[in-house]
Structure formats: structure tokens, C-alpha cells
């Protein structure tokens, strides 16, 4: 099938696609009756709508012709500029094909016109040469007068002279160094003199802060000869590229090394300004650092209201002088750290690079008018970093000496004859907790004036040194405490001095607690400052209890043997035992109530567990028996006689810091004594009822009791091993431990009464 067949076939389908489509939506059109009467309005519809799109076609094809037709002219004129290009290139190569005759013929007048210029050039510069001597004498004059505008013309004429005479020496090629040495002499003064005017240059832009406020045309002349000797030096660098051809003294780079003389005075500022060293004045560092903060700030406030006015605006003075400035603090600040700094020089140091270098008292301020975001920190991060870890060091060091000292002063105080002091509540305490936070917070309020960061790693640092002193409080305490219970001295303050011990506990809690509150910021170090509070608050917590229990210790060391008395035949006829010893504790708890509220509390409550738990042993340790109900009962009178007695004693002493309402744990006492006094028929009644009351009732507990009614060991023993099994089958119920926790009867206890029982079977 030939290409045309194709093509006919092709608009056949799409003809035959298009009225398809068409019946299609014909159809859609008039799917109910009442659309037949829209035929006329659709055909008419559909024809404008044919119209419209034989008129965009009809377009679309008189565009494309119109354009094929503006190619095809296009195409024929560029063949006619191709052919008339071809033709002028033809008479170009015949008209070249003569140049190499025309160079031959023109070489004599090449070399006459070399002589000319050359003739030329001399007869120029012949009056300038032959004046040179004449020249210098007068430029040296006027630079010596200060006159620098009008020497550097007469300079740069003679330089020019000089320089188009060598530049002809070099055009001629001659090779002869001699006329070279001999013109390079004899132009020497002239170089002499170029020296002396890029010393006066130098020296002006060495002086150019004081310059532009006494003499600014000066500086503004010097500037000037600057900028004519750059563009010198560029046009004689680009004409060596072309002919090779470059001056002795050429480039100058009198810019580059006029503005290293003003470099080198900022340096020489800066490192200069130090008025004194540490041997002559502890405050060396911030007098040298005030210096150098009132300089720069001077010398910017000139740079940006008087030297823009004098450099040219592609130099940006301004900015110029702050990176000066910038580099030459910077290495003066380096050279500090690597000298040394001692104690609180780093504290002085951090605050000067981190608040005032970019604080409104330098770079921030409003005269300078720097935006805060553009100003470049002095120190990079980790140059700051080792400011702050031999800050961190020295901290560390102090608080130590602090902390050894304060340690040193409590035992002296411990040891001497001065009772504690006294607070606002009536309660023993010595200095150490608020000197000691006194320091932290000292520590603090530096830190805030250079961070926050550091306020949080000053805050751990002070933390972890806190708890240290706890560790040392603890064993100085614990030494004191060793020393007194091991001789027994007669350390009449041993009470009184570890009641304040208790007190300085607390304080350190709460101002622990208080100093977390004020400083500590979350998003700072927040697991190892949350891990140091608690550690903190654990370690005075743990040596204030420790501190109780030795008060304990030492008030039962001189009633425990007023134990020994309870439930023996002495016991029966007189409580003089208890009596006695309420009478020595009365006079420990005239001294307990220096105690702040809490640590009474905690106090108040070991003591009466104390009491109540060597009670109920000496009542388990049965030296008697109550064989008969006479017996039992006059004893369990007395036991509840006792018990009234602890409770009153406990409620007088009680005072203002316990509540009224204090959990007592003689009800116990009570409750035993009532399974002593209980019938036989009813004890195992009343021994459920006692084990279903407290839980830690032990099986050896009911023993005892059982033994100290006098029944056999063997009986004992199988009544509370049935009363046991029952209970626990019938009691599952979760109860608090009582104050029978405390109470240890041991299988040696056991085998004493035992034997004691078999004796009196």
C-alpha cells in the first residue's frame, strides 16, 4: 500500500470516529420526547459552532502559508549574502597576496620611524634629565616641608623620564648592561627620594586616627598619591604584558604598605597598653582590658564618622578598622591565655570576650551602629571552652580550700566550749550551710553576667562540690561521734552540736532546693543537674538520719539498763525503772526541741519506736512468769499502767512541732498485754485476733507470750504453729508493718528459754 492509500484510509477512520461520536451525542441529546422540539436551536447551535471552527482553521493555514512563504524569501536573500560574501573574500586573498612586497619595501621607513620616536623621546626628556639634580633638591625640600602633593608630581616626572629612556634602551634591544647600570645611576637620588615619600606615606597612615582629627588634608594628600602611584602600577603592568618591558621600582604597592603601617600600629596599640603586671596589681587584667575597650571603641567612632569622609568609598575604612581591630584583640587575648591566667582573671577574661567585646560597651554600641548579628565573635568555641574549663578548674580548687576550712571550723567548734548558735525558731545551728551557699550563689551571679550556659555548668560544678562537703561532713561527724561514744568524754555540747548537725542537714536540703529553684534552667545539663539535686538532697538526708540515730544512741546508753529492770520480781513490787528513765529522757528532749519541726518529728517518732520496741523485748525476754490468772492480771495492769505512762510522756514532750493526734505505738503494748490476761479458753481466740491485727506477729513472737503465761514450751509452740497455718489461710489481706517488726526473738533466745521452760516443768 502506497504512502497516499495510507493517508486516504487514515481520514476514512477518523471520519468514520467522527460520526460516531457524533450519533453518540446525538443521542444523548434527545433521550425524551419533549427534546425533539430543540432540534432547530441545536442545529443552528452546531452550525455556528462549525462556522467558528472553520474560521480558526482557516486562519491556522493562511498563518502557516504566510510563513513557509517569509522562510522561502529569507532563504533566497541569504544565498545572495553568501554569494556576495564569497566574492569579497576572493578579492581580499589577491589583494594579501601583495602585503609581503609592501613589508620590504617599507623596512627603511620602519627604521626611520624607530629613530624618530626615539629623537623624539629624547629631545622630551632632555630638559628633564639634565635638571634631575636640580629637581631632587627641590623635591626633597618640599617632602621635608610637608609639602607631599606637590614633591610627588616632580617625582613622578623624573620617574617617567627615566622610565621612557629604559623603555627605549629596552625597544632597541640593546644588550649592553653598562648604558643600562649607567642610567639606573645616575636616576639613584630618585629612587633615594621615592624611599623618603613612602616613609612619610607610611608614617601619616601610621598616625591616621590622631591624623584625621588634627591634620585630615594630610591624610586625605597621602591617600591621593596612593591611589596615583596604583593606578601606575597598573598601567605599568598591563604594558609589560605587551612589550616586556617593566621599571626597577615597579609595582610600588605603596597601598599595601602604607595600610600595613596602619596594621602594624593597631597591633602595637593593643599589645602596648598593658599598664601594670599581677606582681604590681591583682586587677592588672581588667584595668588592661578597659584600656583596650576604651581604645578601640575611640579609634572605630573616628573610623566611622572621619576616615570615610578621607578613604575612598571602594576601601570600606570602617569595616577595615574592625577586622584590624578584631585580629589585633584576638591575638592579644591568645597571648594572655598562653601566659597564664590565675583564680578569678578567667572570670574577668570570659566576661570581657562574651558580654562587653560584642556588648554595648564596645562593638554593640549604639555610636558604631554595627548590626548585633554582623558582629564576629572574638574567640571561637573552642578557645572560649578552655577559658571555661580552667575557670571550672580554679572553682573547683576554691571551693575545695573553702570546704576544707569550714570542716576545720566545725570540729574546732564541736570541740569547744561555745554552745551553737541560735536562729529565728529557737533552734541550733553553726555558719557552714549558708557560707557554703553563699559561695555557690556568689559563684552564680558571676557566671550570669558571661552566660547562661555557664550559670548551668557553674550550677553542676557547685552541686557535685556540695555533695563532696557531705561526704567530708559525714566523716567528720562520724568522728566526732566515734571520739564521744569510744572515750565517753565528758563532751558536755555533744547533744547540742549534733542537734545542729541535724539543723544544717535541713538547711542544706532546703537551700539546695531553693538554689535549684532560682538558677537551674531545664534544657541545661538536665540529667546530670536532676542526678546532682538528687544526690544532693539523698546524702544530707541520709546523714541527718544517721545524726538522729546517734542522738538515740547516746540518750539509751544511759536508760538501757532501766530495760533490763522491766519484768522481773523487782519489777513487780515498784516502777521506779520507768520513772527513772522518763526522768533522763526528759532532760535529752529539753535539748530535742532545738530541733527544727521535721527533725523532731523524725526524732520524736524514733524514740518512741525505740521505747516501745525494747519494751516488747524485755516482755519477750521472760525473766518471769505469770503461771496464775492473779498473776497475769496484775501484770497485765501494770503493763497497761506503763504503757499510759509512755503515751502521757510522749504527749507532754510532744510540744508544738508533733500534732496532737501523733500515731502511738504503745497500742501494741496494750494489745499484747491483753493475750498475757486473756482466759484460757479465749487465748487462741485472742492470738488470731492479735495476728489478724498485726501482720508481723511472728509464730516466735506468740511463743514468747504464750511461755511468759506460763505454759510448757512444747504447748506454746503448737498453739502458735496452729494459729499460723490458720491465719494464714484465712487472712490474705496486704497490713502495714507495726512496731513487732523491730522486735528479734533468735534461736539462741529460743534455746534460753527453753531450758528455762524445762527447768520449771
Given at each position: 500500500?502506497?504512502?497516499q ?15 460516531a ?61 553568501i ?29 626611520e ?147 600595613e ?53 571602594k ?7 574592625i ?17 597564664g ?70 570540729k574546732e ?34 557566671s550570669?553576667?558571661?552566660s ?33 561514744f ?7 555540747l ?12 535541713e ?23 536532676a ?52 526522768d ?44 496464775t ?15 499510759s ?13 508533733i500534732?496532737?493526734?501523733f ?33 508481723d ?29 490458720e ?35
Amino acid at each position: 500500500m502506497s504512502r497516499q492509500e495510507e493517508q486516504i484510509a487514515e481520514l476514512l477512520r477518523l471520519e468514520d470516529e467522527a460520526k460516531a461520536r457524533a450519533a453518540k451525542h446525538v443521542a444523548i441529546m434527545l433521550q425524551r420526547p419533549e427534546q425533539l422540539d430543540k432540534i432547530p436551536l441545536l442545529i443552528m447551535r452546531t452550525a455556528r459552532k462549525k462556522a467558528s471552527i472553520d474560521a480558526m482553521l482557516n486562519t491556522a493555514m493562511t498563518g502557516q502559508l504566510e510563513g513557509i512563504k517569509n522562510g522561502l524569501m529569507n532563504l533566497e536573500n541569504s544565498l545572495a549574502a553568501i554569494a556576495e560574501l564569497e566574492s569579497n573574500f576572493n578579492e581580499v586573498d589577491q589583494s594579501l597576496g601583495s602585503v609581503p612586497e609592501l613589508v620590504e619595501k617599507l623596512e627603511t621607513v620602519k627604521g626611520e620611524n624607530l629613530k624618530h620616536t626615539q629623537l623624539n623621546t629624547a629631545k622630551v626628556n632632555l630638559e628633564h634629565i639634565f635638571s634631575i639634580p636640580d629637581t631632587v633638591a627641590k623635591t626633597e625640600v618640599l617632602i621635608e616641608e610637608g609639602n607631599l602633593l606637590e614633591a610627588h608630581e616632580m617625582l613622578s616626572e623624573m620617574e617617567s623620564s627615566r622610565d621612557d629612556v629604559l623603555f627605549e634602551l629596552h625597544r632597541l634591544g640593546n644588550k649592553d648592561l653598562n648604558d643600562r647600570e649607567t642610567l639606573k645611576k645616575y636616576f639613584d637620588t630618585v629612587n633615594e627620594l621615592s624611599s623618603k615619600m613612602e616613609k612619610q606615606l607610611g608614617h601619616t597612615l601610621m598616625r591616621t586616627f590622631a591624623t584625621v582629627k588634627q591634620e585630615p588634608e594630610k591624610l586625605v594628600t597621602a591617600l591621593r598619591i596612593m591611589e596615583r602611584e596604583e593606578l601606575t602600577d597598573e598601567h605599568y603592568e598591563h604594558k609589560q604584558k605587551q612589550t616586556g618591558f617593566l621599571p626597577p621600582d615597579r609595582p610600588k604597592e605603596w597601598r599595601k604598605k602604607c595600610l600595613e603601617k596602619l596594621r602594624e600600629s593597631v597591633f602595637q596599640k593593643i599589645e602596648g597598653n598593658q599598664l601594670e603586671g599581677r606582681e604590681e596589681n591583682k586587677m592588672w587584667l581588667v584595668r588592661h582590658l578597659e584600656v583596650i575597650r576604651m581604645v578601640m571603641l575611640e579609634d572605630l567612632r573616628i573610623a566611622k564618622h572621619h576616615l570615610v569622609h578621607c578613604f575612598p568609598p571602594k576601601q570600606n575604612i570602617f569595616q577595615y578598622s574592625i577586622s584590624l581591630y578584631h585580629e589585633a584583640v584576638t591575638k592579644r587575648i591568645l597571648a594572655i591565655m598562653e601566659a597564664g591566667l590565675e583564680g578569678n582573671e578567667n572570670v574577668s577574661l570570659l566576661q570581657w570576650v562574651l558580654q562587653v567585646y560584642p556588648g554595648p560597651e564596645l562593638l554593640g554600641s549604639a555610636a558604631l551602629g554595627i548590626v548585633k548579628n554582623l558582629i564576629p565573635p572574638l574567640l571561637t568555641e573552642e578557645e572560649v571552652d578552655r577559658i571555661v574549663m580552667a575557670y571550672m578548674t580554679f572553682m573547683r580548687e576554691n571551693y575545695g580550700t573553702w570546704m576544707r576550712n569550714s570542716i576545720k571550723q566545725e570540729k574546732e567548734d564541736w570541740l569547744s566550749s561555745t554552745e551553737p548558735e541560735i536562729d529565728s525558731e529557737n533552734c541550733y545551728y553553726t555558719p557552714s550551710p549558708v557560707l557554703i551557699y553563699k559561695m555557690v550563689d556568689d559563684n552564680l551571679e558571676v557566671s550570669k553576667t558571661i552566660s547562661q550556659d555557664l550559670v548551668q555548668r557553674t550550677l553542676q560544678v557547685s552541686m557535685d562540690e556540695v555533695i563532696a562537703f557531705g561526704t567530708m561532713y559525714r566523716e567528720a561527724m562520724l568522728e566526732y561521734k566515734e571520739n564521744y561514744f569510744t572515750e565517753r568524754s565528758p563532751n558536755i555540747l555533744f547533744t547540742k552540736y549534733m542537734i545542729a548537725i541535724t539543723n544544717n542537714c535541713e538547711k542544706f536540703e532546703t537551700l539546695g532546693q531553693e538554689t535549684r529553684t532560682r538558677w537551674w534552667k531545664p534544657g541545661h545539663l538536665d540529667t546530670d543537674s536532676a542526678h546532682s539535686f538528687e544526690d544532693l538532697i539523698k546524702t544530707f538526708e541520709d546523714i541527718k538520719k544517721e545524726t538522729v540515730t546517734f542522738l538515740l544512741d547516746q540518750s539509751f546508753m544511759d536508760i538501757e539498763h532501766h530495760f533490763l529492770q522491766l519484768f522481773t520480781e523487782e519489777w513487780k513490787a515498784s516502777s521506779i525503772a520507768m520513772e527513772d528513765m522518763f526522768d533522763k529522757l526528759n532532760i535529752y528532749f529539753e535539748n530535742y526541741h532545738k530541733l527544727k519541726s521535721s527533725n523532731y518529728e523524725l526524732l520524736f517518732s524514733s524514740t518512741q519506736d525505740r521505747v516501745a520496741t525494747q519494751y516488747i523485748t524485755a516482755m519477750m525476754r521472760r525473766k518471769i512468769i505469770f503461771s496464775t490468772e492473779e498473776e497475769r492480771k496484775t501484770a497485765v495492769e501494770k503493763i497497761k499502767d506503763e504503757s499510759s505512762l509512755c503515751k502521757e510522756f510522749f504527749t507532754a514532750v510532744s510540744g508544738d512541732k508533733i500534732d496532737a493526734d501523733f500515731d502511738s505505738p504503745f497500742s501494741t503494748i496494750d494489745a499484747l498485754a491483753g493475750v498475757i490476761g486473756a482466759d484460757e479458753e479465749m487465748i487462741s481466740f485472742d492470738l488470731m485476733m492479735l495476728n489478724s491485727k498485726y501482720s508481723d506477729l511472728t509464730e516466735d513472737h506468740m511463743v514468747c507470750l504464750l511461755l511468759l503465761r506460763g505454759m510448757t514450751r512444747n504447748e506454746a509452740k503448737q498453739v502458735a504453729s496452729d494459729i499460723s497455718l490458720e491465719v494464714a489461710e484465712t487472712n490474705n489481706t496486704f497490713k502495714a508493718k507495726s512496731i513487732l517488726s523491730n522486735v528479734q526473738v533468735t534461736l539462741s533466745l529460743m534455746d534460753k528459754l527453753n531450758l528455762f521452760s524445762n527447768k520449771n516443768s
